[in-house]
T-cell receptor, first 114, second 112 residues
Framework: GAGVSQSPRYKVAKRGQDVALRCDPISGHVSLFWYQQALGQGPEFLTYFQNEAQLDKSGLPSDRFFAERPEGSVSTLKIQRTQQEDSAVYLC????????????FGSGTRLTVV | GDSVTQMEGPVTLSEEAFLTINCTYTATGYPSLFWYVQYPGEGLQLLLKATKADDKGSNKGFEATYRKETTSFHLEKGSVQVSDSAVYFCALKGRQAGKSTFGDGTTLTVKP
C-alpha cells in the first residue's frame, strides 16, 4: 500500500478486556516496529520484526502484551486483560531492511481503557 | 542506555522568525540521528536524518548537523511559516537492532 495503515483508529476498552490492534505495513518493507506513545511524551519502543521473526521484544511492558507477524506482512499487537495504564497511542512503523534510514509511521491507534 | 533530551516547549514564533530546537543525546558508539514531525491529526513523518558525524540533514528548509563533540543535533530553520506548526521529535538509532529512542517532542506554534 501507499502508507502504513493501522486499525482501528480509536478503541475504547473496559478494564480487563482483551484488544487486538492491526498494522498493515508498506508492501515490501521487511522491518516492522511497534511503539507506545503516552500523552505528551515521545514514542517508546515495544517490539521489532524482521519478516515474520520477532527479533526484539524487550520493550513489551508485561506478559499481557503479545505481537505477531505470521506471514511477514500484517502484524497484530494484542493486549490481554487491559488496565488503565495501557491507555496510549500505539504506533506501527515499517522500513526497508536497513532502518538506519528512518521509519514510515502509521497514524496510530488511540486506546482508552475505562 | 540511549537517551534523547529535547528543548522543552511549547515554542511560539511569528511567521518568518528563525527557529532553533535543541536536541542532545547519549549513546554508545555512533548512532544515526533523526528529526520527525507530527502535524495535527497526522502520524509522525521523517523530516531529516544524519548517519555520521558532521553530516548535515536537510529538508523543506529545515537543517540539522550531527555534532559528535557536543552530542547534539539541533534543528534550525531560517524563516518559519504558519504551516510549520507541529510537534517535532528528535530520535536516535543506536546499537540495539530495531530500537530507536525518541525525545519527548517540542510543540511549535507559528503565528501570522
Amino acid at each position: 500500500g501507499a502508507g502504513v495503515s493501522q486499525s482501528p483508529r480509536y478503541k475504547v476498552a473496559k478494564r480487563g478486556q482483551d484488544v487486538a490492534l492491526r498494522c498493515d505495513p508498506i508492501s515490501g518493507h521487511v522491518s516492522l516496529f511497534w511503539y507506545q506513545q503516552a500523552l505528551g511524551q515521545g514514542p517508546e519502543f515495544l517490539t521489532y520484526f524482521q519478516n515474520e521473526a520477532q527479533l526484539d521484544k524487550s520493550g513489551l511492558p508485561s506478559d499481557r502484551f503479545f505481537a505477531e507477524r505470521p506471514e511477514g506482512s500484517v502484524s497484530t499487537l494484542k493486549i490481554q486483560r487491559t488496565q488503565q495504564e495501557d491507555s496510549a497511542v500505539y504506533l506501527c512503523a515499517s522500513s526497508l531492511a536497513d532502518h538506519t534510514y528512518g521509519y514510515t509511521f502509521g497514524s496510530g491507534t488511540r486506546l482508552t481503557v475505562v | 542506555g540511549d537517551s534523547v533530551t529535547q528543548m522543552e516547549g511549547p515554542v511560539t514564533l511569528s511567521e518568518e522568525a528563525f527557529l532553533t530546537i535543541n536536541c542532545t543525546y547519549t549513546a554508545t558508539g555512533y548512532p544515526s540521528l533523526f528529526w520527525y514531525v507530527q502535524y495535527p491529526g497526522e502520524g509522525l513523518q521523517l523530516l531529516l536524518k544524519a548517519t555520521k558525524a558532521d553530516d548535515k540533514g536537510s529538508n523543506k528548509g529545515f537543517e540539522a548537523t550531527y555534532r559528535k563533540e557536543t552530542t547534539s543535533f539541533h534543528l534550525e530553520k531560517g524563516s518559519v511559516q504558519v504551516s510549520d506548526s507541529a510537534v517535532y521529535f528528535c530520535a536516535l538509532k543506536g546499537r540495539q537492532a530495531g530500537k530507536s529512542t525518541f525525545g519527548d517532542g517540542t510543540t511549535l506554534t507559528v503565528k501570522p
